[in-house]
């Protein structure tokens, strides 16, 4: 069976500096990966997702994640972080394809000016 | 594009009623619909896949006679959860995916449910 573990469930830092947001999965199987973040009483939004090729993935918001098979890793990183990316970040696993989605604790994203 | 709107976005309940929640994909068709469950400061637990034209698959420790689901079209799910009681209050989030198998899951905006 496949697991989610994010190990910082809070991570303060100051407006403009780096961030990284730690996520490692475990699975039998090969994976899809994926990054959400949810803001207070809201759905979630796909920030990036890891289906194939390239370990680099990009995604919205100037964040990027980097597939690392052999750590079993997809961390999340920006390089610069706003006051507006203050918010729940959940890194999520599907196995083999499909859509059923298993999720991480959620990390919990805090920018202090 | 492909926006999934749930509603209501917050309900109050008297306990031992019924409520049911509506999952809509706008602009595409889904067969498949996710129902999560998510408590404070928590992380977002899968309570059933949402099929349409045929029964729901619920996981494991999920009660099927409490939450009711159905997808009678390929754009509406609905989660009804009968004879509400306090501890089902939590924040219930439904998702389908907007490319079909394999594509990523696009999130309704949630709905609080408060069982007084």
């Known amino acids: 069976a496949q697991s989610v573990t994010q190990l910082d469930s809070q991570v303060p830092v100051f407006e403009e500096a780096p961030v990284e947001l730690r996520c490692n999965y475990s699975?039998?199987?090969?994976?899809?990966l994926f990054w959400y973040v949810q803001y207070p009483n809201q759905g979630l939004q796909l920030l990036l997702k890891?289906?194939?090729?390239?370990?680099l993935v990009k995604g919205i918001n100037g964040f990027e994640a980097e597939f690392n098979k052999s750590q079993t890793s997809f961390h999340l990183r920006k390089p610069s972080v706003h006051i507006s990316d203050t918010a729940e970040y959940f890194c999520?696993?599907?196995?083999?394809?499909?859509?059923?989605?298993?999720f991480g604790t959620g990390t919990q994203l805090k920018v202090e000016l | 594009g492909a926006v999934v709107s749930q509603h209501p976005s917050w309900v109050i309940c008297k306990s031992g009623t019924s409520v049911k929640i509506e999952c809509r994909s706008l602009?595409?068709?889904?067969?498949?619909m996710f129902w999560y469950r998510q408590f404070p400061k928590q992380s977002l637990m899968l309570m059933a896949t949402?099929?349409?034209?045929?029964?729901?698959?619920?996981e494991q420790g999920v009660e099927k006679d409490k939450f009711l689901i159905n997808h009678a079209s390929l754009t509406l799910s609905t989660l009804t959860v009968t004879s509400a009681h306090p501890e089902d209050s939590s924040f219930y989030i439904c998702?389908?995916?907007?490319?079909?198998?394999?594509?990523?899951?696009?999130f309704g905006n949630g709905t609080r449910l408060t069982v007084t």
């Open positions: 602009d595409f068709q889904a067969t498949t």
């Open positions: 949402s099929n349409e034209g045929s029964k729901a698959t619920y």
């Open positions: 699975s039998s199987v090969s994976v899809y």
């Open positions: 890891y289906l194939s090729g390239s370990t």
């Open positions: 998702s389908a995916p907007p490319g079909g198998r394999n594509s990523p899951l696009h």
């Open positions: 999520a696993v599907s196995e083999g394809g499909g859509n059923k989605l298993t």
